[in-house]
């Protein structure tokens, strides 16, 4: 079974920063060749893409609203995926997923990724 767990979420005022990691442990999928992604969810709102990268770091992809203040990476090493996430705004507030999928390339839907951790909260205030 494959097993992910976020953690950095937080409380944090609007232009602060925030860094969210994802460790994914377990059998069943061999971290360093597989694409992975953050999504997240607002009340009320469908599960959104954030940000997904490919196995190595190559390659990465943004949604536009947070192209330019988010960045996404991983360490291989230590099967750690990570989330910086600067400048935050109040419509950034979420709860934020991390997903594995059993590809090793980028992708943007929610249906593309099998294996997802439980969630962080991220709240912004203004």
């Known amino acids: 079974q494959v097993q992910l767990v976020e953690s950095g979420g937080g409380l944090v005022q609007a232009g602060g920063s925030l860094r969210l990691s994802c460790v994914v442990s377990?059998?069943?999928?061999?971290?360093?060749?597989?694409?992975m992604g953050w999504f997240r969810q607002a009340p009320g709102k469908e599960r959104d893409f954030v940000t997904s990268?490919?196995?190595?770091?190559?390659?990465?992809l943004y949604a536009d609203s947070v192209k330019g203040r988010f960045t996404i990476s991983r360490d291989n090493a230590k099967n750690t995926m990570y989330l910086q996430m600067n400048m935050l705004r109040p419509e950034d507030t979420a709860v934020y997923y991390c997903?594995?999928?059993?590809?090793?390339?980028?992708?943007?839907?929610?249906?593309?990724?099998?294996?997802w951790g439980q969630g962080t909260q991220v709240t912004v205030s203004s």
């Open positions: 377990g059998r069943g999928r061999a971290f360093s060749i597989s694409g």
């Open positions: 997903a594995t999928r059993p590809y090793a390339n980028t992708a943007v839907t929610v249906g593309a990724y099998d294996y």
């Open positions: 990268i490919n196995w190595n770091g190559g390659e990465t």
